[in-house]
Structure formats: structure tokens, C-alpha cells
């Protein structure tokens, strides 16, 4: 197996999980709160697909999905343009209310363009530094399981709040 067949499964297991985490919930799960200050299943799928569109982006060239396909109008929230939910107040994650289907659409999108750029890397693309802010600088191969790993961990929990709030 290649490095980039790797990422490209890697990168479908955010999309399956995701699929399983919000389809059929109602707008109301999607914006339950286990907590004052919990993150909601709604804010954590946009947040997980504006992070990969983003840094995706970042290290691929062009433009976002979300500007570029319009996904931003549809949603209508009231944050910047380029907005991805990173620092982002209590008060501001209950603001992302949209239904399953806007979540799912622009999540796969994103998944689109990804596997479309993963499929192009070879395992010498990995080696090639993205970022010098850091020390040591960041390889694109560090920043893609970064963002896998960010967006895995953020569907695992999207997976266990709707488990808690359709359990019963």
C-alpha cells in the first residue's frame, strides 16, 4: 500500500463515521448540549469540514469549497467568510444550527476535493515543508495526519453525543 492510498482511506473513515453520526438526527439533536459549554453535533461536523477545506486548501492551492461552491451562503452563519470554528466561544458554536443534509452535503465536498488531491501525492510530496512557524518546520505529511487526526477525534465525539442522545 502507497502513502496516499493510505490517507485516502484514512480520510473516507472521517466520512463514513460522519454519515453514521448525523444522518436522520433532528435539528434539535443536532443542537442539543450535554453541557453549558458543550459543543453541539452540528458545530462539530461543520467544524471538522471547515478545518480539512481549510488546511486542505492551505497546502493544495485554489480556493476554499466553502467560497468557491457557495456552501457559505447556504449556511448563512454569522461568522467571516473564512471562519472555521477554531477559538470559537460557547456562544458561537450554538450559532451553527443547519439541518443534517447542509452538514453532510458540504462534508462530502470537502471529502471530494481532499481525495482528489491525495490521490496526486506521492510518498516524496509528504517531505515537503508547508509551514516554518513551527520548530522543527511542518512536513505536508505531519499536516495531513493532523487534520485526520483533529477530524477524527472531533467525529468520535459528534459518534458519542448522538449515542447518548438516542440511546433508550
Do not use: C, K
Amino acid at each position: 500500500m502507497r502513502s496516499n492510498d493510505l490517507l485516502l482511506y484514512a480520510y473516507e473513515q472521517i466520512q463514513v463515521t460522519l454519515r453514521r453520526a448525523v444522518e436522520g438526527l433532528t435539528p434539535e439533536q443536532l443542537t442539543r448540549r450535554l453541557g453549558p459549554e458543550a459543543n453541539t453535533i452540528a458545530w462539530l461536523a461543520w467544524h471538522l469540514a471547515r478545518v480539512q477545506d481549510d488546511h486542505i486548501t492551505d497546502v493544495a492551492g485554489g480556493e476554499q469549497v466553502w467560497t468557491a461552491e457557495g456552501w457559505d451562503a447556504r449556511f448563512g452563519l454569522p461568522f467571516p467568510r473564512g471562519a472555521t470554528g477554531y477559538g470559537f466561544s460557547p456562544d458561537e458554536v450554538a450559532q451553527v444550527r443547519v439541518p443534517a443534509d447542509l452538514l453532510l452535503g458540504y462534508a462530502a465536498a470537502v471529502h471530494t476535493r481532499s481525495a482528489d488531491y491525495l490521490r496526486g501525492l506521492s510518498d516524496d510530496d509528504l517531505d515537503r515543508v508547508v509551514d516554518t512557524r513551527w520548530d522543527p518546520p511542518v512536513t505536508l505529511g505531519v499536516r495531513l495526519v493532523s487534520v485526520l487526526s483533529d477530524d477524527l477525534q472531533h467525529v468520535g465525539q459528534a459518534a458519542f453525543v448522538r449515542g447518548l442522545l438516542t440511546a433508550g
